[in-house]
């Protein structure tokens, strides 16, 4: 058996198939700089290959990938410190990929609610790339050895697929050669709703843009959206108890917290008792000094996307130096010729 000794290396992904949200920055993007900034090793990826899962307009994906990296880099992603890149530069993810749908069982794979989800009423019409995702995002993430994964809660039984992945191929290998990553899902913000209906999860796909803040909305339009962002009557309670049947009140508070590094239970002891009325304008101040200096850079980034693509192009070389090592070795593993 061949013992691996395991560097701590963090790897995440965000599609580029619109716009980024709030719930994008908080539920991943701001652990990435948190973790970027811990000294461990990070890479974060455009995954463009996941994106086309679902058709995409051509000219809208290129545009939508630099604008991620923009919004990678604007929300504070060193291109120095972390590798940044776009996943089909980098063509060992899907040579990993295939291995792994090899692996991976059917019944896994039909048991993931994303895809069912996002397939809807029609699965047969579905593309094979929307079935097959999760086992190109357990390769996304193997391919690296990466032992921490920092995602937004709808990705966690995507991780738990890919711990079963790495243990079958090490099973039925008799190697310990994937490491068991660990998910990191933390934070006040880990599923943050829609503004117009705090049963639903804010997404850049739902029709409404009032349900979501964009990271590339300016500050009169954040402000906006939160002062028309739904509620209920009551005023907020002190207790987190009191939050339990008030979804929209929850989520409020929630993003109140992780955009302001504080506990729930903090705010809730310094807003508990206000009205709305009050707390709105609150939130929308912090919003906006919080966000609206992202959107500016964003747009300045934007103006140069020669400068974005070389980024994407030296972080690319840089992954690939890891990963080709890595799929080598698992290709010697399943017995593959080669030299
Ligand atoms: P996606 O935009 O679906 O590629 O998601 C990219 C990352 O953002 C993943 O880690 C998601 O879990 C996270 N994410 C997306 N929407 C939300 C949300 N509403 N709340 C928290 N995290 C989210
Ligand atoms: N599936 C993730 C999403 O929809 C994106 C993703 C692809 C990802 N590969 C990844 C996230 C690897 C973390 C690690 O949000």
Request: charge should be negative; proline fraction near 5%; glycine fraction near 6%.
């Amino acid at each position: 058996m061949s013992q691996v000794v395991r560097t701590p290396r963090v790897f995440s992904g965000i599609q580029p198939s619109g716009g980024l949200t709030l719930g994008n920055y908080l539920g991943a993007m701001k652990r990435f700089v948190d973790m970027q900034d811990e000294g461990i090793e990070t890479i974060y990826c455009m995954v463009d290959l996941h994106a086309i899962t679902v058709w995409q307009d051509p000219d809208k994906l290129r545009h939508a990938t630099r604008e991620l990296c923009a919004g990678y880099i604007a929300s504070g992603l060193d291109p120095e410190k972390s590798i940044l890149f776009n996943q089909s530069q980098v063509a060992e993810h899907t040579q990993m990929a295939w291995i792994f749908n090899c692996v991976a069982r059917m019944g896994w794979m039909q048991r993931m609610t994303q895809f069912k989800d996002k397939a809807g009423k029609n699965a047969q019409n579905a593309s094979l790339g929307l079935f097959g995702y999760p086992a190109l995002m357990a390769a996304d993430i193997l391919v690296y050895h990466t032992t921490r994964v920092p995602v937004g809660e709808d990705q966690k039984q995507h991780l738990e697929l890919t711990r079963d992945i790495a243990a079958k191929f090490n099973h039925d290998y008799g190697v310990d050669f994937f490491p068991i990553t660990e998910p990191v899902i933390e934070g006040a913000a880990t599923r943050v709703m829609s503004l117009r209906d705090g049963s639903k999860k804010m997404s850049k796909s739902d029709p409404s843009d009032m349900s979501r803040i964009n990271l590339t909305d300016d500050a009169d339009t954040i402000a906006k959206k939160i002062r028309k962002a739904k509620t209920d009557p009551e005023p907020l309670p002190s207790e987190v108890e009191g939050l339990a049947e008030r979804p929209e009140a929850r989520n409020l508070i929630n993003i109140y917290a992780a955009l302001n590094e504080q506990s729930v239970e903090q705010v809730m002891a310094d807003v508990g008792g206000r009205a709305f009325s009050e707390f709105k304008p609150m939130l929308a101040e912090l919003a906006v000094a919080k966000m609206s200096p992202i959107s500016g850079e964003m747009a300045r980034l934007m103006q140069d996307t020669a400068e974005i693509d070389r980024i994407l192009t030296s972080g690319a070389a840089r992954a690939r130096t890891i990963a080709a090592p890595i799929l080598k070795q698992t290709y010697e593993i399943v017995g593959m010729v080669g030299a």
